[in-house]
């Protein structure tokens, strides 16, 4: 299993960055998919979830109204939109995977409770 997130930078603050995570070797729409970040010096913590079939999203407050998390299930990706980014959004952003087939509601927040991980993206956002 391989998921490649990518898309993560140097923004300003207020500007915006769209992360992607394509994932390889796993049947992609039986999993939940959560992005976490870990800034330096903190735990990781998660931003946003979405379920199997995308018919559900969920946010950390921190995010709430400025992120958006997307699937495409036939493209095996998950995506997070990050609008009007703050310098506290700085982090390494990491796309991780849940294994859900029988779950279509819920979204896990709890990093320990996820299957698989990515490397991360590093996001940068300066004052």
């Known amino acids: 299993v391989q998921l490649q997130a990518c898309g993560g930078g140097l923004v300003q603050a207020g500007g915006s960055l769209r992360l992607s995570c394509e994932a390889s070797g796993l049947s992609f729409s039986s999993y939940a998919m959560g992005w976490f970040r870990q800034a330096p010096g903190n735990e990781r913590e998660f931003v946003a979830g979405?379920?199997?079939?995308?018919?559900?999203?969920y946010y950390a407050d921190s995010v709430k109204g400025r992120f958006t998390i997307s699937r495409d299930n036939a493209k095996y990706t998950v995506f997070l939109q990050m609008n009007t980014l703050k310098p506290a959004d700085t982090a390494v952003y990491f796309c991780?995977?849940?294994?859900?087939?029988?779950?279509?509601?819920?979204?896990?927040?709890?990093?320990?409770?996820?299957?698989?991980w990515g490397l991360g993206t590093l996001v940068t956002v300066s004052s």
């Open positions: 991780a995977a849940d294994w859900a087939l029988f779950r279509d509601y819920d979204v896990k927040d709890q990093a320990d409770e996820y299957d698989y």
């Open positions: 979405i379920t199997r079939n995308g018919g559900r999203t």
